[in-house]
């Protein structure tokens, strides 16, 4: 039942998950809330664009929605340990990379540059030791 599920899943000496998995999931529930950000501008562009601009406002309101969804299920599941949310994760952040790159070779460095530092931090994360033992078990 859901005590042997509990049982089976190994805590570090402080009863909770590994730091690192446990900043790995702040990380991405911060990309997440951009995420978010970015889903509410669009919808603001709705109600404020052009009629010709109205359909690209409600597409990217409907894909960053969708968007913000799954990647607030790929927080949640790395707070609780959950393999899955690893692949996931480690896409999303592979898809920040030529963004951030992109917006710093246009001089926007100051978004650029936080978000490839976000991404790389985050793949990093997901992948050492403790956060591997973490999700393997």
Same mark, same amino acid.
Request: glycine share 10%.
């Given at each position: 039942?859901?005590?042997?599920?509990?049982?089976?899943?190994?805590?570090?000496?402080?009863?909770?998950?590994?730091?690192?998995?446990?900043?790995?999931?702040?990380?991405?529930?911060?990309?997440?809330?951009?995420?978010?950000?970015a889903t509410v501008f669009f919808a603001v562009e709705i109600v404020v664009a052009d009629a010709d601009d109205r359909t690209?406002? /409600?597409?990217?309101?409907? @894909?960053? %929605?969708?968007? $913000? +969804?799954?990647?607030? &299920?790929?927080? !949640?599941?790395?707070?609780?340990?959950?393999?899955?949310?690893?692949?996931?994760?480690?896409?999303?952040?592979?898809?920040?990379?030529?963004?951030?790159?992109?917006?710093?070779?246009?001089?926007?460095?100051? /978004?650029?540059?936080?978000? @490839?530092? %976000?991404?790389? $931090? +985050?793949?990093?994360? &997901?992948?050492? !030791?403790?956060?591997?033992?973490?999700?393997?078990?």
């Amino acid at each position: 039942g859901p005590a042997d599920i509990v049982r089976r899943v190994p805590r570090d000496e402080t009863g909770s998950s590994p730091g690192t998995l446990r900043a790995a999931a702040a990380l991405v529930g911060l990309e997440t809330l951009g995420l978010l950000a970015a889903t509410v501008f669009f919808a603001v562009e709705i109600v404020v664009a052009d009629a010709d601009d109205r359909t690209r406002a /409600v597409t990217a309101t409907v @894909l960053t %929605l969708l968007g $913000t +969804v799954g990647l607030a &299920l790929v927080t !949640r599941g790395l707070a609780q340990r959950r393999r899955w949310a690893r692949a996931p994760g480690l896409v999303t952040n592979l898809l920040v990379l030529p963004v951030a790159y992109d917006l710093v070779r246009g001089g926007r460095w100051y /978004v650029g540059g936080p978000l @490839l530092v %976000l991404a790389l $931090t +985050v793949m990093v994360l &997901l992948f050492v !030791r403790s956060t591997d033992e973490a999700l393997q078990e």
